[in-house]
């Protein structure tokens, strides 16, 4: 019985930790989702769709597991935002009178 028992706490850990890092990472981009086309953004810098995107940032289950970014696909994602906003930056000084 108490191996039961941690066995599901265990299981709760995991998931409460799962749910942790998708608040986390949505929350990050509730202000830049309304800027950026995630459509471009999942297809130029992942190679995916839209969806895909979604579903790791909503936590989606996908084949039974909560679809979470991977931390190489964080780095990513950073790396798309740092050029992102080097374009917006370079555009801006262009726009200068």
């Not at 994602?77 to 992102?84: G, H, I, N, Q, Y």
């Amino acid at each position: 019985m108490i191996q039961a028992t941690d066995a599901e706490f265990g299981r709760i850990r995991t998931e409460v930790m799962g749910i942790n890092d998708t608040l986390n990472v949505r929350d990050l981009l509730v202000d830049i989702l309304p800027i950026v086309s995630v459509s471009h953004l999942s297809k130029i810098y992942f190679g995916k769709s839209a969806s895909w995107f979604y579903q790791r940032m909503n936590g989606n289950l996908v084949h039974g597991k909560p679809a979470k970014f991977t931390p190489d696909e964080l780095i990513t994602l950073r790396r798309a935002f740092d050029e992102l906003s080097e374009k917006f930056s370079q555009t801006s000084k262009q726009l200068a009178v």
